[in-house]
């Protein structure tokens, strides 16, 4: 039976990841035994994860834990790094967790594979290392110029994560995505933040003049292509994973305001966030020529089958949001 170890396995996009390997969604892993290493931080949720499967081993602890990771590593087959702090107003208030998480972990980790020898690893990272683009999109080749004390971490693991392939030989790619959404994402991030604020009658708070430009990406067409890269990716290898449908952040508000059945009285203009990154946008042609990745939910289908996820699962996201338990 093949193992394969996910780290941050309990959070938004590395749980998608987990109940899709579960579930026999990605053919080359059918009957996988899967690992999961989560903290479990105020982003992580055990809820996001199966109660009971004899293919699933959940382990809670910490990816700066050395040690630990050389006694869970032996005999995995490959490791998919999704574990880290990953919102940039946090880390404008502290950057000290994301660079000990970020970096530091990916370090300890990568150290950890090399020691037992698992023969792959997907380490999994962000457009927001590139910075802000006014026109045109990021190809693989772009220079890093992060913006936040988030970004710049993560932009410090990709380094990282290169050099081991370069120094040591470790067979390893980088994906770059652009933003998440779906279900069970943390209510701290734009969307989820908005559909519960409107879901609870309150009001949404957008940065600005809402003229922001970001890229949006449902999470199990991220999944499905990092699942690309892992089995089919090259050795050294960035891959970018776009979604090739540009919103404003104002946008965004509009469309959930007309799906939760509200209007721009529930909007409070807020102060912009520090250096707040304009536009981002991925060249993702490498990804579709050279495995054959494409996106199969439109922004549109997906927005609205995620409104109507958090509209009936509220025992989730009130328990997340306010701290709570409330499915009795």
Not at 68 to 88: I, M, Y
Not at 103 to 111: C, F, M, P, S
Not at 196 to 225: F, K, M, S
Request: hydrophobic share 35%.
């Amino acid at each position: 039976m093949k193992k394969i170890l996910i780290t941050g396995g309990a959070g938004f996009i590395g749980s998608h990841f987990v109940r899709t390997l579960l579930a026999d969604g990605y053919e080359e892993w059918a009957g996988a035994h899967v690992t999961v290493l989560d903290k479990l931080t105020y982003a992580g949720n055990r809820d996001n994860l199966p109660d009971r499967d004899p293919r699933l081993t959940f382990v809670h602890g910490d990816i700066c834990d050395s040690e630990l990771l050389l006694s869970l590593l032996p005999g995995h087959d490959a490791v998919v790094h999704f574990a880290a702090e990953s919102h940039v107003d946090r880390s404008l208030e502290s950057a000290e967790e994301f660079v000990r998480t970020n970096v530091t972990g990916t370090q300890r980790l990568l150290d950890a594979v090399l020691a037992t020898g698992v023969p792959r690893v997907v380490h999994v990272s962000t457009d927001e290392v590139y910075g802000s683009i006014d026109e045109g999109s990021w190809t693989e080749e772009w220079p890093l110029a992060p913006n936040s004390p988030y970004s710049a971490s993560k932009a410090s693991s990709d380094l990282l994560a290169r050099s081991y392939w370069r120094t040591h030989g470790l067979n390893l790619s980088i994906t770059r995505c652009s933003n998440n959404y779906g279900p069970y994402q943390h209510p701290e991030k734009l969307i989820p933040l908005f559909v519960t604020n409107l879901l609870e009658g309150e009001q949404v708070p957008l940065y600005g003049d809402g003229g922001n430009i970001r890229e949006w990406l449902h999470v199990d067409d991220h999944c499905r292509a990092i699942n690309l890269v892992l089995n089919q990716g090259r050795a050294g290898e960035i891959y970018n994973i776009g979604g090739g449908n540009e919103q404003t952040n104002r946008a965004i508000t509009e469309r959930l305001l007309e799906l939760t059945g509200n209007d721009w009285s529930k909007v409070r203009p807020v102060a912009d966030r520090k250096a707040h990154d304009l536009r981002y946008s991925l060249d993702e042609t490498k990804i579709r020529e050279e495995l054959g990745y494409a996106p199969r939910i439109t922004f549109e289908q997906g927005l609205a089958e995620t409104v109507t996820w958090y509209n009936d699962n509220p025992a989730w996201w009130k328990g997340v949001k306010h701290g709570v338990d409330t499915r009795g």
